[in-house]
């Protein structure tokens, strides 16, 4: 029976919210929605830098493929030739495109920058857009409150206005 009864306050609160926010409106606090719209762009640039971030390490992988097809066909196509100088530039080309493209190898360019880039950016970016997504829902809640409460305190003021007493047992709800 409780549970009926919790869902019925509910009810009543849901509705005392959508009354006060159709027929009364929000009292807007300039400053903290102002701080709120700053967040709200400052989060959307966090996402935005995010996602680019991660099209300039596709960027970075595409490159690394790009090197080693060279680096290959080179091999291939000038392995064959008779200079040796050609012969052994070529296995230096081949040597440093390794170098620069092994992601398994922890010296390796691009492991160090793979590394760099998700402990030094990624990471970071990654635990602000969580607590944003975080802080927006509790912005929200705020927001939710303050209609519930202005809700009540407006119910309140009109029983103040009506001089009841705390004993008085008429029914509030009609108010």
């Not at 939710?144 to 047992?169: F, G, M």
Request: glycine share 4%; hydrophobic share 35%; net charge neutral.
């Amino acid at each position: 029976m409780d549970a009926v009864e919790d869902q019925i306050g509910h009810i009543r609160s849901e509705w005392s919210v959508l009354k006060e926010r159709w027929f009364t409106g929000e009292h807007m606090d300039p400053v903290f929605e102002g701080i709120v719209r700053d967040f709200c762009v400052f989060d959307d640039t966090i996402q935005d830098i995010y996602k680019k971030v991660e099209v300039f390490m596709k960027g970075v992988d595409n490159l690394c493929e790009g090197l080693v097809t060279l680096s290959e066909s080179t091999i291939a196509g000038l392995t064959h030739v008779d200079d040796p100088l050609i012969k052994s530039d070529c296995c230096k080309m081949k040597e440093a495109t390794n170098q620069i493209t092994r992601a398994d190898a922890p010296h390796s360019a691009i492991a160090k920058l793979r590394r760099d880039m998700d402990f030094n950016i990624m990471n970071p970016m990654r635990n602000h857009i969580t607590n944003n997504r975080n802080l927006k829902m509790h912005l929200e809640k705020r927001r939710r409150r303050l209609l519930e409460y202005n809700a009540a305190k407006r119910v309140y003021d009109d029983c103040v206005k009506r001089n009841y007493q705390c004993t008085d047992r008429r029914d509030r709800k009609s108010v």
